[in-house]
């Protein structure tokens, strides 16, 4: 998609959180194309703080895998951060054991990558005996660590540009456990975009404590024809046992047509937020 920058007389700039190959990278690649600077981040907060401080048009966090679930703290930093979801991508995940061109799978002592990764190849993983397993911030981090330390016992989980970028080699393609492996990324952006139709939004918000106060914001979507893709609950921190309520729905809440919609929804939370519509 073509996307106009919040910052005149410089070139577009997206950040993502890791190293470049990482997945992040590939969505931001798949998202926006040729035509803007993809730059990685050491952290999902710096991302954040990246667009919210202007010094990036937009930020690519990953929210959620078809496999392992949620990515909590991007959910949080959601919540934190005054910035907007403006795009989204889903992005096909394929792992491959990646290691020295010398490497054979008996040498193999240790894997190394992204805790999710490692969790998305189990059934591989279980297989194999005797290898430990090793956390690294994200994939294409771990196949560097594999490059630089130069330990023929060492193999990453990654994609397999991370091995041609690193110029090591594949030992084995395809490696996760289900190959109905996704992960949902976000776009986000300090504000808003007006670049055409948005079918989707997205909310975050609080219901009194009290029997049926969810309920009666979810009745409030059914009844007016409003598909809810995704319920996700995240604790409120400070308040024990009290949770906050992210909301995906296949409509843009902001339309006039839902208006009298969102008014309800409003007076039937104690907080509300609009995460974004895209």
């Avoid at 190849?121 to 194999?128: A, G, I, S, T, Y």
């Avoid at 670049?195 to 975050?204: A, D, E, H, I, Y």
């Avoid at 400070?238 to 208006?259: I, N, R, T």
Wanted: charged share 25%; with cysteine; proline share 4%.
């Amino acid at each position: 998609p073509i996307l106009p920058s919040a910052r005149t007389g410089s070139q577009r700039r997206a950040v993502f959180a890791g190293e470049m190959q990482a997945f992040a990278h590939k969505a931001a690649q798949q998202f926006f194309g040729s035509g803007i600077n993809i730059d990685s981040a050491s952290s999902f907060r710096n991302v954040f703080k990246e667009v919210k401080e202007g010094n990036s048009d937009f930020g690519v966090i990953p929210l959620e895998n078809s496999l392992t679930g949620s990515i909590h703290e991007n959910y949080d930093l959601l919540l934190e951060y005054d910035v907007r979801i403006v795009g989204e991508i889903t992005l096909r995940i394929v792992h491959a054991l990646i290691g020295h061109p010398e490497t054979k799978f008996e040498d193999i002592k240790r894997v190394i990558s992204h805790p999710q990764a490692l969790e998305q190849c189990r059934d591989f993983l279980e297989n194999q005996k005797g290898w430990e397993l090793v956390a690294a911030r994200d994939t294409a981090t771990a196949v560097r660590r594999v490059k630089e330390e130069k330990n023929p016992g060492d193999v990453a989980i990654a994609a397999r540009e991370a091995a041609d970028l690193f110029k090591l080699s594949i030992l084995k393609e395809a490696i996760e456990t289900n190959a109905r492996n996704y992960t949902r990324f976000a776009v986000i952006a300090a504000h808003a975009l007006d670049n055409g139709p948005r079918k989707k939004s997205s909310l975050v918000y609080s219901t009194s404590n009290k029997p049926g106060a969810l309920f009666d914001t979810l009745k409030i979507f059914s009844e007016n024809g409003i598909n809810l893709v995704k319920l996700e609950s995240r604790p409120i921190h400070g308040k024990p046992w009290e949770y906050m309520f992210y909301v995906d729905l296949e409509a843009d809440v902001e339309s006039d047509e839902l208006q009298e919609v969102m008014k309800k929804i409003s007076e039937s939370t104690e907080f509300l937020k609009i995460l974004g519509c895209y």
